[in-house]
């Protein structure tokens, strides 16, 4: 792809599988110019397929730390398999920042499931670099098994260090009774929620939300497909 101004050169650094069930790479790149986003942002990698352009989207996995870049991706079809096959110094090309979703003020209540905590990770990162009181934030990550609990160190120590974060980890578990638990804790005031993963985990939980109340503005929603 030619070089022109908003493209961003991206050489893989390193990377290392985090599950060998879910085929999940935590994925590192050196990139040509330092990176500008808020945590939860995502870049568009862009790249061509039989002379058409292909365009795929990966959320940041940490707050931004000069040229570094860092995802964390299942192999699930054509593009990500490319992505998880780099060979160290090999480069692709990115656009961005793009995507709103980010911490908004006041309570919040993140849900994600397996690889939708990419996102997730860098909003704590950020947390835990500022040492930043996060008002009242719970985190709630389903899935399928304890080894898809990416980042799960990161989390527990921004329970540990950051005042107001409560992490619930839910391997195997249902979510609708904890969420329950949580908003009843609450006592009728609506946190802001926050749901990221793909469609079939995102939709529904959407509308469980609006149908208790939940104005639009109130979710901050991302989907991977
Ligand atoms: C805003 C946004 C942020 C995203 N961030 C991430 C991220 O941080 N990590 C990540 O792994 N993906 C992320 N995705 C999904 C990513 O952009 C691609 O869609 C995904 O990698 C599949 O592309 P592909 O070419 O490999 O497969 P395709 O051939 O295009 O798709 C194959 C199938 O994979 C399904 N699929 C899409 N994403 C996933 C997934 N993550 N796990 C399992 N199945 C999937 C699709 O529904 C489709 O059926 C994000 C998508 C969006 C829109």
Redesign the pocket.
Same mark, same amino acid.
């Given at each position: 792809m030619p070089e022109h101004a908003g493209v961003i050169a991206a050489a893989l650094a390193s990377k290392r599988l985090l599950s060998e069930a879910s085929q &999940?790479w935590e994925l590192s790149f050196t990139c040509s110019e330092p990176l500008t986003y808020q945590p939860g942002q #995502?870049y568009s990698f862009v790249t061509e397929r039989d002379g058409k352009q292909?365009v795929?989207?990966? !959320?940041l &996995?940490q707050a931004p730390d000069g040229d570094r870049m860092v995802?964390?991706?299942?192999?699930?079809?054509?593009? !990500?398999?490319l992505l998880c096959d780099l060979k160290a110094g090999e480069t692709v090309h990115v656009q961005g920042p793009?995507?709103g #979703?980010v911490l908004h003020e006041g309570p919040g209540i993140i849900l994600a499931d397996?690889?939708?905590i990419?996102?997730v990770a860098a909003m704590v990162d950020a947390l835990l670099r500022a040492q930043r009181n996060a008002g009242s934030l719970h985190l709630l990550h389903t899935a399928s098994s304890e080894s898809e609990l990416f980042y799960r160190d990161r989390f527990e120590r921004a329970e540990r260090e950051i005042t107001g974060f409560r992490y619930l980890p839910l391997p195997g578990v249902e979510l609708a009774p904890r969420l329950e638990e949580i908003l009843s804790q609450a006592g009728g005031e609506k946190p802001t929620a926050y749901i990221v993963g793909?469609?079939a985990f995102a939709a529904p939980l959407r509308q469980w939300l609006k149908d208790r109340g939940w104005d639009r503005k109130q979710i901050v929603f991302?989907?991977?497909?």
């Open positions: &999940t #995502f292909e795929r989207a990966y !959320s &996995t995802l964390c991706l299942n192999r699930a079809g054509w593009y !990500s398999n793009y995507g #979703f397996g690889v939708g990419a996102p793909l469609n991302e989907r991977y497909d």
